[in-house]
């Protein structure tokens, strides 16, 4: 069984599929571990590190590629780097489906089988293999520490000879994994901290966390949750009424960190201009939901935007991998979870199991098609119905 271990193409994506311990745990398992010369380096992982843990270095991607069993990934693969791929081969990485189908057939005719790590289902079994949250705590984390280094001022109270500095007040907007580290970092730097969500579970996460707690709570708001725990999309009239809460909040702000994001829906906008304005000069909007179109009106992605009053809007892409060592660390460990229940250890090699509910979950495309029910292309959903 021949694992690989490709090198990020995007620019903006320094993270890997590996490190140097899910190495030795693949190789434990029997794997023949390839990894693509320089895949680890932006990570602090050098080819000297995998080929010291196991694994046999590739001069390039394609080398990777050629003849493996398993290719494990961050971002989803261009069905260009698949070229020569061995029919049924399983690849595996966070795959971005939702608006990317015409990318997904393209994959499909590579004969690979495509897995989505970030559609794993939200059971106790996967809560290992969960790449949202492992990611989303990180970046949440992160927004904290670059909103301290955009913003001008100390963020806990300080008491001096040379007079009393107020503590920074950050408003949090979003509570779900992302929200709470946020939450939990800005508290321990010592700032005056609310956050807001339409999730009712999230009121006592919020104040267990030590912030206050601010929402409409109206008979929508107590309906506001599906079944797999994500935020669901709120009406107009609500949305309005929660618009006309928050923007006086907002206004009295230094901090304000956005992180709602919606599976297959662009991100909400919760932000406005309006409320921009109000704010004093110097303030911060961290915007986490920047590459699904932005919680803050005005957020550019990859940009920091500095409003007439004197705000920064701050877009930063792919967060997470602005801690990229601890970023790719945590990654690897979902991916050899998932990974390891598809090997069986008697044998010490592939034996997928087709009918599980993580691989039914997960699996995009599989024997030339997209096999998804929420990615078929439609006359093909059609003759299945």
Do not use: C
């Amino acid at each position: 069984m021949r694992l690989s271990i490709v090198k990020e193409t995007a620019a903006t994506e320094p993270r890997v599929s590996a490190s140097v311990e899910t190495v030795k745990r693949f190789v434990g398992l029997g794997a023949e571990v390839v990894v693509a010369s320089g895949a680890g380096l932006a990570s602090g992982v050098s080819d000297a590190d995998f080929a010291g843990a196991g694994a046999s270095i590739a001069a390039d991607n394609a080398a990777a590629v050629a003849g493996a069993d398993v290719v494990l990934a961050v971002r989803r693969p261009e069905a260009a780097a698949l070229t020569g791929i061995k029919p049924g081969a399983l690849v595996i990485a966070i795959a971005d489906p939702y608006g990317h189908e015409a990318a997904l057939a393209e994959i499909a005719a590579t004969g690979a089988s495509l897995f989505a790590m970030e559609l794993m289902p939200r059971i106790t079994r996967a809560q290992v293999m969960d790449v949202l949250s492992s990611q989303a705590n990180l970046a949440g984390y992160r927004a904290v520490i670059d909103a301290s280094a955009e913003f001008g001022r100390a963020f806990p109270m300080m008491m001096t000879a040379a007079g009393t500095v107020p503590a920074a007040r950050v408003f949090i907007m979003g509570a779900g994994v992302a929200g709470l580290q946020a939450i939990a970092t800005a508290r321990r730097l010592g700032a005056v901290v609310s956050a807001t969500d339409v999730r009712p579970a999230a009121k006592e996460q919020v104040e267990s966390l030590g912030a206050k707690f601010i929402a409409v709570e109206d008979e929508e708001f107590k309906q506001a949750e599906t079944a797999g725990g994500y935020a669901k999309q709120m009406s107009a009239e609500y949305q309005a009424k929660q618009a006309e809460l928050t923007a006086s909040h907002i206004a009295k702000q230094d901090i304000v960190i956005t992180t709602a994001l919606i599976p297959g829906r662009p991100a909400p906008k919760l932000v406005s201009a309006a409320m921009v304005a109000a704010m004093k000069a110097g303030s911060v909007l961290i915007d986490l939901a920047v590459e699904r179109g932005g919680n803050v009106e005005g957020a550019v992605p990859g940009e920091i935007v500095v409003t007439a009053n004197g705000a920064k809007i701050v877009g930063h892409l792919n967060v997470p991998g602005r801690l990229a060592a601890t970023a790719s660390q945590l990654y690897a460990k979902n991916l050899y979870a998932f990974v390891e229940t598809l090997i069986d250890k008697g044998s010490k090699a592939l034996a997928v199991k087709w009918d599980d509910e993580l691989v039914k979950a997960t699996l995009l495309t599989k024997d030339g098609a997209i096999v998804h029910p929420n990615f078929k292309p439609a006359d093909a959903a059609a003759s299945a119905a």
